[in-house]
């Protein structure tokens, strides 16, 4: 009986270790596998392709993580790529922007340069109240410079009823896209007055909000030369 038992044992042993011999062999390429893997994780090192051994299960698994490896690889590449071309992007759309600001901001100071310079005076109003005003039309009215803005332009007129019949006259006729020219005497801060030749446009005809542009001329002489003109003619 302790033969037996002994016989069986042993048997069993050995179909143990045979057992065990057989999955070390199985499992070799996935313990491999392992190790690499380990191995490149501490060093820090990109993960490579793994080395395939067989076209077994296990070789068709480790096959199988290289191709998804190789795709995780192509995307990176592809990311990278794309991120290189829209940083590329950002910095011509940047040497764009400055291009045109600088281009912009050259022509704006030439339009300023102008606008200031011009013997008519020019002004921006909305609601009937100088929004800004040229250095000329300040000079032409006796203001210092600056010290229109935020007024009324009920002040260059010679009383509210004219103040208030201009409006109702100019706006009627702006609103419909013209512009209104009209030769009228003004009044400067002093109370001395002067005749001027004033021209009048809407920014937008549709929304008189946005403002109108006024254009102011001094006629005073032109009109004195006319009435002399008229009184020799008499």
Same mark, same amino acid.
Request: aromatic share 6%; hydrophobic share 45%; with cysteine.
């Given at each position: 009986?302790?033969?037996?038992?002994?016989? &069986?044992?042993?048997?069993?042993?050995?179909?143990?270790?045979?057992?065990?011999?057989?999955?070390?062999?199985?499992?070799?390429?996935?313990?491999?596998?392992?190790?690499?893997?380990?191995?490149?994780? &501490?060093?820090?090192?990109?993960?490579?392709?793994?080395?395939?051994?067989?076209? +077994?299960?296990?070789?068709?698994?480790?096959?199988?993580?290289?191709?998804?490896?190789?795709? !995780?690889?192509?995307? %990176?590449?592809?990311?990278? =790529?794309?991120?290189?071309?829209?940083?590329?992007?950002? +910095?011509?759309? &940047?040497?764009?922007?400055?291009?045109?600001?600088?281009?912009?901001?050259?022509?704006?100071?030439?339009?300023?340069?102008?606008?200031?310079?011009? &013997?008519?005076?020019?002004?921006?109003?909305?609601?009937?109240?100088?929004? =800004?005003?040229?250095?000329?039309?300040?000079?032409?009215?006796?203001?210092?410079?600056?010290?229109? !803005?935020?007024?009324?332009?009920?002040?260059?007129?010679?009383?509210?009823?004219?103040?208030?019949?201009?409006?109702?006259?100019?706006? /009627?006729? !702006?609103?419909?896209?013209?512009?209104?020219?009209?030769?009228?005497?003004?009044?400067?801060? +002093?109370?001395?007055?002067?005749?001027?030749?004033?021209?009048?446009?809407? !920014?937008?005809?549709?929304?008189?909000? %946005?403002?109108?542009?006024?254009?102011? $001329?001094?006629?005073?002489?032109?009109?004195? /030369?006319? $009435?002399?003109?008229?009184?020799?003619?008499?």
């Amino acid at each position: 009986v302790y033969a037996a038992l002994l016989a &069986s044992l042993f048997a069993g042993l050995i179909a143990w270790w045979w057992v065990a011999l057989l999955l070390r062999r199985e499992f070799r390429p996935m313990l491999a596998a392992t190790d690499a893997l380990e191995a490149m994780a &501490s060093s820090g090192e990109t993960i490579a392709p793994l080395p395939v051994h067989g076209n +077994d299960e296990i070789g068709k698994l480790i096959a199988g993580f290289n191709r998804l490896l190789a795709n !995780i690889g192509e995307r %990176q590449a592809e990311l990278r =790529r794309a991120q290189q071309e829209t940083a590329t992007l950002n +910095d011509h759309l &940047s040497e764009l922007v400055t291009s045109r600001t600088a281009e912009l901001t050259a022509r704006t100071d030439e339009l300023e340069t102008i606008v200031e310079t011009a &013997s008519s005076g020019i002004a921006l109003v909305q609601e009937r109240t100088f929004v =800004r005003c040229t250095r000329r039309l300040h000079e032409m009215l006796g203001w210092p410079p600056g010290g229109m !803005i935020g007024k009324s332009t009920a002040i260059w007129y010679l009383d509210e009823e004219t103040f208030l019949d201009v409006g109702r006259t100019l706006y /009627a006729r !702006i609103s419909s896209g013209e512009v209104d020219r009209r030769e009228i005497e003004l009044m400067r801060r +002093d109370g001395s007055r002067f005749w001027a030749r004033m021209s009048v446009h809407a !920014i937008n005809a549709d929304d008189l909000g %946005q403002g109108v542009v006024g254009i102011i $001329e001094d006629i005073s002489e032109e009109r004195r /030369a006319r $009435e002399e003109i008229l009184k020799a003619k008499a």
